[in-house]
């Protein structure tokens, strides 16, 4: 399988120029998201949190993630990417500006809540750039998308400390914030002129049904389901730990009232995706060149899951990490540990170039062996260790995480062309749902213990990638008027 080389300096070709359009409003909607984080001892002082009140922050933050990647993708795939980036850019600017310029603690945990729904940004761009690559690039092309986006959330780390000083004040904090939302209205507004579907000429595939994937057996359905139960145990995970029993944000009656209106959008979801595959129970079989494997998307979940998951765990506690092992001040320790996120420039491309180049297969099994064998190294780290040491063990780690990340995302765009955005949406939920589970286990374990833990679990995910299907041939698409065009996947 030969590679496809990139000239991200040709803008003069329509899909590089999309690429570049897509991988910075997915830059804008992570700074947005995370724009908080550089500014939390200033909104601290603002409101006179407590403690636990900031870490609420940081759980509301990313709690309606997990939802909304998934209808998100939905959205994606049945009105195209275009629009509905546009509408993300303009809310989560708005949503930003409520955020920087709020009087309570109240409002600023709901903004941080709903702001939860800028983190799906990045599953528009899976489809969209899809659409302007064939499948020998568009490992490469996935991996710069996710690569150079992901950097947003360093780049409001780096940038909007300083941009506050310059405001000055005490609401420079402020002004900081809602900059960032000011630009994500205006690019919004400069994506929706700029951006476009598909290339000249080529059909935006839909699903013929919404509500939830279309699954083609009733062994997948059943599958399926079953992999929808994990993204609800986290949402019940991230209500239990704002409970009375733990930060308290949450109330006995509001706790019980978030459990029930969980399980009731679980049962809404399930009788959803038995409504679009009812066919699956009275017609005949799904034509064999209709069909995909539900355990694709299973085993891509579950990949994610490590990946990412494990990614935004750790960026989550490696500062406190140093502080404590290497008894670092503050902002040392941040800088050191910084250096996991910076990979992404150049690790997540290049996951998606190893996938292009040498297979899926091979590649995604070789980089999660890889980020298993990196936390087992991590979990030896001793305050014995030179600091260089543990800093190049973190960074080699880092790697084989998000090169994991850039392979996945070079093979979701391969499975089923019309539930790309649905796919995509829900690999990039189980990601989230990762971070939940490892930062959950993290409460109850020492750092050692989590870092063997997350190994551990990518063991497993090893062996599920040995089922893993390599795209072959063509996947079928039909149009509108029935006739069926075939997509190359090799």
């Known amino acids: 399988m030969s590679g496809g080389s990139l000239n991200l300096l040709d803008v003069k070709q329509a899909n590089i120029r999309l690429l570049h359009l897509s991988w910075f409003a997915f830059f804008l909607t992570f700074m947005v998201w995370f724009n908080h984080a550089p500014m939390l001892a200033s909104i601290k002082e603002a409101f006179d949190l407590t403690g636990q009140q900031v870490k609420a922050l940081m759980i509301l933050n990313v709690a309606l993630t997990i939802p909304s990647r998934i209808v998100i993708g939905m959205l994606v795939d049945r009105f195209g990417p275009r629009i509905i980036y546009t509408i993300l850019l303009l809310i989560g600017g708005g949503l930003c500006l409520g955020f920087a310029f709020a009087n309570s603690y109240e409002t600023i945990a709901l903004m941080r809540f709903l702001m939860g729904f800028i983190g ?32 947003g959330s360093a780049a409001a780390a780096m940038s909007l400390p300083t941009l506050a000083l310059i405001y000055g004040g005490a609401d420079g904090w402020r002004y900081a914030i809602a900059t960032t939302g000011v630009i994500a209205i205006v690019y919004g507004l400069f994506f929706y002129t700029r951006a476009r579907n598909t290339p000249k000429g080529s059909t935006y595939f839909k699903p013929k049904k919404n509500g939830g994937l279309e699954v083609t057996s009733k062994r997948d359905l059943y599958f399926y389901i079953g992999m929808c139960l994990p993204m609800y145990a986290a ?67 579950v990949s994610y899951f490590v990946t990412f998951g494990s990614e935004l765990a750790v960026v989550s506690m490696l500062p406190l990490f140093f502080m404590e092992v290497f008894e670092l001040s503050a902002v040392k320790a941040g800088l050191l540990a910084s250096g996991f996120a910076f990979m992404n420039l150049v690790a997540r491309p290049t996951g998606g170039y190893f996938s292009d180049k040498f297979g899926r297969r091979k590649s995604l099994s070789i980089l999660v062996a890889g980020l298993a064998v990196g936390y087992m190294l991590l979990s030896q780290i001793t305050s014995g260790w030179p600091i260089v040491l543990a800093v190049l063990a973190t960074m080699m780690c880092s790697f084989f995480v998000q090169a994991g990340e850039g392979a996945v995302f070079a093979i979701v765009p391969l499975v089923k062309r019309s539930m790309t955005g649905q796919i995509a949406g829900m690999t990039g939920a189980y990601g989230n749902v990762g971070a939940v589970i490892y930062l959950t286990a993290l409460s109850f374990v020492d750092s050692s213990s989590f870092f063997m833990l997350i190994a551990a679990s990518a063991a497993l995910v090893f062996i599920a990638v040995q089922f893993l299907e390599e795209p072959q041939g063509h996947m079928a698409e039909i149009n509108d008027d029935g006739s069926v065009e075939l997509i190359e996947v090799t």
Do not use: C, M
Request: aromatic share 14%; hydrophobic share 50%; charged share 10%.
């Open 120 to 151: 799906a940004g990045f599953v528009i761009g899976i489809r969209l750039v899809s659409e302007w690559f064939p499948a020998r690039q568009v490992g490469l092309a996935e991996g710069v998308y996710g690569g150079w986006g992901n950097f």
């Open 235 to 301: 949402l019940a995970t991230l209500t239990w730990k704002l409970s009375p029993e733990n930060l308290g944000l949450l109330s006995q009656t509001a706790t019980y009232a978030t459990y029930a209106v969980l399980a009731v959008v679980g049962v809404v979801q399930i009788s959803q995706i038995l409504r679009v595959n009812s066919h699956l129970f009275s017609d005949a079989p799904v034509p064999e060149f209709q069909r995909y494997k539900f355990k694709q998307v299973a085993i891509l979940n």
